[in-house]
């Protein structure tokens, strides 16, 4: 099955610096999908972005299916964003199973 | 606006006793239905989803099984609870429409310790 990896495992940064958020993925897929959990276990959907770019807010995301990787950029960090963000992808064929990767634990210092 | 609840929120159960978490989803029709498990903190596990009632695929062989007995009810159930069932379930959905390409709701999820 697909494999999907995501770095850096844990990243703490300042308060109002920007961060990067690396997924990769072994294999072609037609389901790429961002999740933010807070502190409290609450999963929250940030993205559903198989290729492209978005953005919400100080959140963007961009995926390069052909070259298997997305990346999920914050800017200007807030407390607020402190959690663990989890990359989700699901191949082309069959039903929607995602596979999650094992998460970036971020925290944001003030 | 579509929700979905899940209950309970913590759970203490002694092992060898039975389980029961509930979830249903308000303001849509027909939704695919999934039950994930959280271990450690980290990385989620499918452990159950199903495109309608009565229909339930399951991803790994475990302790557990789920049934859908309403179109937006999805139960997840245990004869004997092991120690190793502790962790952090959670119940999610996406449209019927899109199985291929719809985003994935999560509900709060229910932290289940097995002493």
């Known amino acids: 099955g697909i494999q999907v990896e995501q770095s850096p495992p844990d990243l703490i940064l300042q308060e109002g610096a920007n961060s990067t958020l690396r997924c990769n993925f072994s294999?072609?897929?037609?389901?790429l999908q961002w999740f933010h959990q807070n502190p409290w276990g609450q999963l929250i959907n940030l993205f559903y972005?198989?290729?492209g770019t978005k953005q919400n807010g100080r959140l963007s995301a961009t995926t390069v299916a052909t070259e298997r990787y997305s990346l999920l950029y914050i800017s200007s960090s807030q407390t607020t964003d402190s959690g663990v963000y989890f990359c989700?992808?699901?191949?082309?064929?069959?039903?929607?199973?995602?596979?999650f990767g094992t998460g970036t634990r971020l925290l944001v210092s003030p | 606006s579509q929700t979905i609840h899940q209950w309970p929120a913590t759970l203490v159960q002694p092992v060898g006793s039975p389980l029961s978490l509930e979830c249903t989803v308000e303001?849509?029709?027909?939704?695919?239905l999934y039950w994930y498990r959280q271990a450690a903190g980290r990385g989620l596990q499918l452990l159950f989803y199903?495109?309608?009632?009565?229909?339930i695929s399951s991803e790994v062989p475990q302790n557990l099984s789920a049934s859908r007995p309403q179109d937006r009810q999805f139960i997840l159930s245990s004869k004997k609870l092991l120690l190793s069932d502790s962790g952090f379930y959670l119940c999610?959905?996406?449209?019927?429409?899109?199985?291929?390409?719809?985003?994935?709701?999560f509900g709060n999820g229910t932290r289940l310790t097995v002493t």
């Open positions: 999610a959905w996406s449209p019927r429409g899109g199985a291929y390409n719809s985003p994935l709701h």
């Open positions: 294999d072609s897929v037609n389901n």
């Open positions: 972005i198989p290729s």
């Open positions: 989700a992808a699901s191949m082309n064929t069959g039903f929607q199973k995602l596979v």
């Open positions: 303001g849509t029709s027909n939704p695919n």
């Open positions: 199903s495109v309608g009632i009565g229909q």
